[in-house]
Each structure stands twice: as C-alpha cells, then as structure tokens.
C-alpha cells in the first residue's frame, strides 16, 4: 500500500473514493434488489475506508468530525439515488423480458 501515501489527499478523497464507496454501495443493492441496502453499504464503507486511509498516511492525526458527517450525508444520499434508479431499470428490463 506504499502506492497510496505516494497520492495526494484531495485527490483520494475527492476523486478516487467518492465513486468507489458509492458504486460499492448501488452493486449492494442491485444484488440485494433492495434499495435501502446501498446508502447503508455505502455509509459503513465510506467510514471504514476513511478510518483505514488515515490510519495509514496520517496515523497520529484524528479523522476530521467535519468530513465524516459531510461524506456520511453526501454519498449515502448519492447511492439511494443511484441504487432507486438501477432497480428500477432492472425490474423494468425484467418485465420487458417476461412481460
């Protein structure tokens, strides 16, 4: 993991994560075919990535309280969006298909 304190923190945090967490939080639900699945899966995922990521590259400094309620309120509200929309196209493939 010696490549990931070589990137830059904004560039972890707002570019490599966010997608990440999220998409991790919709595939939740689209295999669960239950929408409410994803912002949980994403939530938990984005909190244990988080604590991960700066145990490792800063691991005397503290999570900021500041970010985790941005991100636990951000990308939850992103996966039960994305997580509606994707089940919904699949229950709306499945019904063409057999409908």
Do not use: C
Not at 1 to 11: A, G
């Amino acid at each position: 993991m010696h490549w990931l304190s070589t990137l830059d923190i904004f560039f972890v945090q707002l570019i490599l994560f966010p997608p990440l967490v999220i998409s991790v939080g919709v595939a939740a639900a689209i295999l669960s075919s239950r929408v409410y699945i994803g912002p949980l899966v994403t939530l938990v995922t984005a909190l244990e990535l988080n604590y991960w990521y700066f145990s490792i590259i800063l691991p005397e400094a503290d999570v900021p309280r500041m970010m985790i309620a941005s991100w636990a309120i951000l990308f939850p509200l992103l996966s039960l969006y994305f997580s509606w929309v994707a089940i919904a196209l699949a229950e709306k493939q499945t019904i063409k298909l057999f409908g």
